[in-house]
């Protein structure tokens, strides 16, 4: 059986977790996306195709406080995303933790999401 790189088997798994969830306009799904220096967060529409809200280690709000991406900017990160999607009136969403093992950032920011008021 040839070797399957970490990436390839984490894009195998987010494959297999995407196939049962989805977003909708009233519930969207929040994808999370990681690298060594820097977290994403989204919240998608998967209905029309559409991002209702963005958030990242990159973001000029907490940008100044980051250096690499750890548990501590996955929470920012996390108070960042909910903030703005109870701006925009959202109380519950679908968590997609983008074939990540639930466990340190992801938890971390999924925690701090929970945290700030959302449901999922």
């Known amino acids: 059986m040839p070797k399957v790189?970490?990436?390839?088997?984490?894009?195998?798994?987010?494959?297999?977790?995407?196939?049962?969830i989805r977003g909708t306009r009233s519930k969207p799904?929040?994808?999370?996306?990681k690298?060594?220096?820097h977290i994403y967060a989204q919240a998608i529409d998967d209905?029309?195709?559409?991002?209702i809200a963005a958030s990242s280690?990159?973001?000029p709000e907490i940008e100044e406080e980051v250096e690499n991406a750890t548990i501590e900017?996955?929470?920012k990160v996390g108070s960042l995303m909910a903030s703005e999607l109870l701006e925009e009136?959202?109380?519950?969403?679908?968590?997609?933790r983008g074939g990540y093992p639930y466990h340190g950032q992801v938890k971390a920011?999924?925690?701090?999401?929970?945290?700030e008021g959302l449901d999922f």
């Open 47 to 51: 209905i029309h195709n559409e991002t």
């Open 109 to 115: 920011l999924a925690d701090q999401m929970r945290e």
């Open 89 to 96: 009136g959202y109380e519950t969403i679908v968590f997609d």
């Open 5 to 20: 790189d970490r990436e390839k088997r984490r894009k195998i798994r987010h494959k297999r977790i995407r196939s049962n």
């Open 35 to 37: 690298s060594n220096r």
């Open 29 to 33: 799904r929040v994808y999370v996306k």
């Open 57 to 59: 280690s990159l973001s």
């Open 73 to 75: 900017t996955a929470r």
